[in-house]
């Protein structure tokens, strides 16, 4: 079936670049999602690629796709501690009625 | 502007006895979604409208029903919640032939 991983913890130094990783299943979509949690708060919607696209770099952030390998990842220049939050990477379903979450990173910066 | 709003945002309630959380939008999306997030885990859809055409999960227990009564309002009923029903509970809306989803805030329902 359709499934969505990714790495489940990542600490950092405020200042520092950060990674997140993530690997998918199905390659028939349009979109791929990147989407934020801050504690006891509904997901945020933080940024977003078409699956034509290699790249997109949005401020701080930078989202690298590998269709090939079905590996999607967020990199987040100059980690600020208000970073600090649950990453989850997110893949529509095969029908596009839904979209398939990870489990989330949660990235802990320190300062 | 433009928001999803869940009320209440924490909700306390007894074994078996029903709750019902509810979902408004002034987007104007054809498409809302409710998704179960237990502790440390991803969401997980439980069903969606798109427009008044409900659509269930396969895997969502017969607990779990929905309503939609007009494009503004979803509402979550659980009939009789169990322990195991204790999570954050997401409405998100969208549009028809996009992908991306406008999430709530979330309700965070404890049943003791």
């Known amino acids: 079936g359709e499934d969505v991983e990714q790495s489940l913890f990542l600490s950092v130094r405020e200042g520092d670049s950060s990674v997140i990783n993530c690997t998918y299943t199905?390659?028939?979509?349009?979109?791929l999602y990147w989407y934020k949690q801050e504690p006891g708060a509904g997901l945020q919607l933080l940024t977003y690629i078409f699956s034509n696209m290699d790249m997109k770099q949005d401020q701080r952030l930078t989202v690298l796709l590998n269709k090939k390998d079905k590996h999607l990842s967020l990199r987040i220049a100059d980690t600020q501690t208000g970073d600090s939050a649950i990453y989850f990477c997110?893949?529509?379903?095969?029908?596009?009625?839904?979209?398939?979450f990870g489990k989330g990173t949660t990235l802990s910066v320190s300062s | 502007d433009a928001m999803v709003i869940q009320n209440p945002r924490y909700q306390v309630t007894q074994f078996g006895k029903p709750v019902t959380l509810s979902c408004s939008q002034t987007?104007?999306?054809?498409?809302m979604y409710w998704y179960q997030q237990k502790s440390s885990q991803a969401p997980k859809l439980l069903f969606h409208?798109?427009?008044?055409?409900?659509?269930n999960e396969a895997d969502t227990p017969d607990n779990f029903q929905s309503r939609r009564p007009n494009t503004s309002f979803c509402f979550l009923d659980i009939r009789s919640p169990g322990l195991g029903d204790t999570a954050m509970y997401l409405c998100?809306?969208?549009?028809?032939?996009?992908?991306?989803?406008?999430f709530g805030p979330g309700t965070r329902l404890t049943v003791l």
């Open positions: 199905d390659s028939s979509s349009t979109y």
């Open positions: 997110a893949d529509p379903n095969q029908a596009g009625t839904a979209l398939i």
């Open positions: 987007l104007n999306h054809n498409v």
């Open positions: 998100a809306t969208g549009t028809s032939g996009k992908n991306e989803q406008f």
């Open positions: 409208y798109y427009d008044k055409d409900f659509n």
